[in-house]
């Protein structure tokens, strides 16, 4: 139990709701401001900070962001990879069954963060898009340049 003293001036330097104001053993169960003037812990001064911490504006954006980016993951991987109602023999099946899965969600984030599609058919798509463009651009009747030009040149 901490000390109850005050200061000189009569004053209690901090309070802490935490503190028993009686003995547990004796059944004292609720807590009571205790008037304490011992120094903080380091793990009580880091659990302080942590949760001034967790209260900042900055913080709670870094959090919604990483609970949408684990969430899409997640409900990615059970609901539209069917892992939700997984059929298999053996819990090592379903084990690898949701790592290829997850090895496949993971392809596809660094695909949209690389080429701008998500899956490798649309990437396979794109590609193809690319060399039908230049077989088309290829054909495509070119201007001469330089001085033979003038002699295309009709006015």
Request: proline share 4%; net charge positive; glycine share 8%.
């Amino acid at each position: 139990m901490r000390t109850r003293d005050t200061t000189a001036g009569g004053r209690c330097k901090s309070w802490r709701s935490w503190a028993w104001a009686g003995d547990r053993r004796a059944g004292a169960q609720a807590a009571a401001l205790a008037c304490t003037n011992a120094p903080r812990s380091a793990p009580e001064v880091a659990v302080k900070a942590n949760r001034r911490w967790l209260k900042t504006p900055a913080t709670k954006a870094l959090m919604r962001r990483g609970g949408e980016l684990v969430e899409r993951s997640f409900a990615q991987l059970y609901e539209t990879g069917g892992m939700r109602r997984a059929q298999l023999r053996d819990m090592d099946n379903i084990a690898k069954r949701l790592l290829t899965l997850a090895v496949a969600f993971n392809l596809s984030l660094i695909l949209r963060r690389k080429f701008g599609v998500g899956t490798a058919r649309q990437v396979v798509e794109r590609a193809a898009a690319l060399a039908w463009l230049l077989l088309v651009v290829g054909k495509l009747p070119q201007r001469p340049s330089g001085p033979a030009a003038a002699h295309y040149i009709h006015s």
